[in-house]
């Protein structure tokens, strides 16, 4: 989905707001129906009762006879616009029919005396709402109660009850409506500082990476803006390795690539095919070296970056993965004709980490030991546990370094002693990128016996 056709979170929250409400109201109108129809049966049944009552007072016993007339007030109170059609009956105790419609039909059961009963049915094709009462006869009692019957069909019953309903439909509503727009404007004070807090972002100028400075925050703000923060100082580490980097590369690659300049320019104006070998040869050994610095600058560059870390669940066998590193160097030893060997524990040495920046870290350890040592020497890489927690070491018996100088070969490009050993002193700068970037500890000291170095990486227990 577009962010054109996403809903802004005022939009959001006013759609999940009113939602409910939308809710509430549809309920309500379903209980206002039910409620405006039994107000208009209720309504309806009080005036059938007053009629049956008025009728009952007019029933007289003569000479044996029950006298039965229908007063005009009795159907003046069903008058009304909708033109209702109004229908009696007055039966005698035993049944007979004293007055009014035949159709009218008597009801299921007989109400007691004094008491009535109410029920729906049909006449003439209508549908009716019908009041039966029951008064009594007190000059002859032991006739038994007169049941007065009357109808009015529901036309009137049902525009009260539309009208009742449609009244709370309008006042629901205007409701809705001013609910609607209250919760608009409350949204719109609520999400101020969600603005403000936009608009200081939005006012910042490119390439800005100072932490942002919105003022006071809600509580549920401020972990975005602690995120945010977060972000910026980590964008602002990697741009300052990436400066660091394009800073190095351009240092480090002047040189070479002037030498190779030089050494072309001299091979193409030489006549002698000799010289032109020798100078090919020379431009070859320089770009491998220029090959060579650029893989280190990349390799620190992503250890001070942090771009190699571990996988969630990633678990390195360190045993195993030294034992590929030195086989990937044996041909470089044995080009210097060094002793290359590997003190082995026994079973697995697991550690919590990314292979790739191990693979960095031990590389650059044989690499740097390997270079440094003179033909004929011993280089030799062990792998123990101490206290629970992995040691790499790596003992050479080259020059060594000076207790003095140790702390200053970690710092980029730093080179200690002669200048013929070939490297651009990178090597140990990746150790150490690496390591912390680990978690891990780098130590230098000297061997149990004659000259040399030993690097030593702790390891924090896994």
């Known amino acids: 989905m577009t962010s054109e056709s996403t809903l802004s ?5 006013l759609l999940w707001l009113l939602v409910p409400l939308g809710a509430l109201a549809l309920t309500n109108l379903a209980l206002a129906r039910r409620e405006a129809r039994h107000t208009a049966d209720m309504v309806q049944d009080r005036l059938l009762l007053g009629s049956a009552r008025i009728i009952a007072q007019q029933i007289q016993f003569e000479d044996g006879l029950l006298d039965v007339a229908i007063p005009p007030a009795a159907l003046e109170l069903f ?19 004293l007055s009014g419609y035949a159709e009218l039909p008597p009801p299921v059961e007989a109400p007691r005396p004094e008491e009535s009963v109410y029920f729906q049915t049909e006449v003439r094709g209508e549908p009716v709402r019908v009041v039966a009462y029951a008064q009594p006869v007190f000059a002859a009692p032991a006739e038994g109660p007169v049941i007065i019957e009357v109808a009015q069909t529901l036309q009137d019953h049902d525009q009260l009850a539309r009208k009742l309903w449609t009244t709370t439909l309008r006042q629901d509503l205007w409701t809705l409506a001013l609910a609607g727009l209250l919760v608009w404007f409350a949204l719109r004070w609520g999400l101020k500082d969600i603005l403000r807090l936009r608009d200081e972002v939005g006012r910042r100028t490119p390439g800005s990476l100072e932490p942002i400075q919105a003022g006071p925050m809600p509580h549920e703000l401020r972990p975005l803006v602690e995120s945010l923060n977060g972000y910026i100082q980590r964008l602002d580490a990697q741009m300052a390795v990436r400066s660091r980097f394009i800073a190095n590369a351009s240092h480090q690659l002047r040189t070479p690539f002037a030498v190779l300049q030089t050494q072309a320019n001299y091979g193409l104006r030489s006549p002698d095919p000799a010289v032109k070998d020798e100078t090919l040869g020379a431009m070859s050994e320089g770009v491998r070296q220029g090959t060579r610095l650029v893989n280190q600058l990349l390799a620190l560059s992503r250890a001070e970056a942090g771009a190699l870390a571990r996988r969630p669940g990633e678990v390195v066998d360190l045993a195993e993965l030294a034992q590929r590193v030195l086989e990937e160097q044996a041909t470089l030893a044995q080009s210097r004709r060094i002793d290359l060997g590997f003190d082995r524990p026994e079973g697995r040495v697991d550690l ?13 350890l044989v690499d740097n030991a390997l270079r440094y040592t003179p033909p004929g020497g011993r280089v030799t890489l062990s792998l123990r546990r101490v206290e629970g927690r992995p040691v790499l070491a790596i003992e050479d018996n080259g020059p060594g370094i000076p207790s003095a100088d140790r702390t200053r070969v970690f710092e980029r490009f730093c080179r200690i002693g002669s200048d013929d050993t070939p490297g651009c002193g990178l090597g140990l700068s990746i150790v150490q990128e690496v390591a912390r970037a680990l978690g891990a500890e780098v130590r230098l000291s000297d061997p149990a016996t004659g000259s040399g170095l030993v690097v030593t990486v702790v390891f924090p227990a896994g």
Do not use: C, F, W
């Not at 979170?9 to 929250?13: K, T, V």
């Not at 008058?79 to 029919?97: C, E, F, M, T, W």
């Open 352 to 364: 919590p980490a990314s292979s790739t920046m191990l693979h960095e870290l031990v590389a650059n």
């Open 79 to 97: 008058q009304s616009r909708a033109q209702d059609r109004v229908y009696y009956r007055i039966a005698s105790p035993k049944g007979v029919l």
């Open 9 to 13: 979170l005022r939009a959001r929250l």
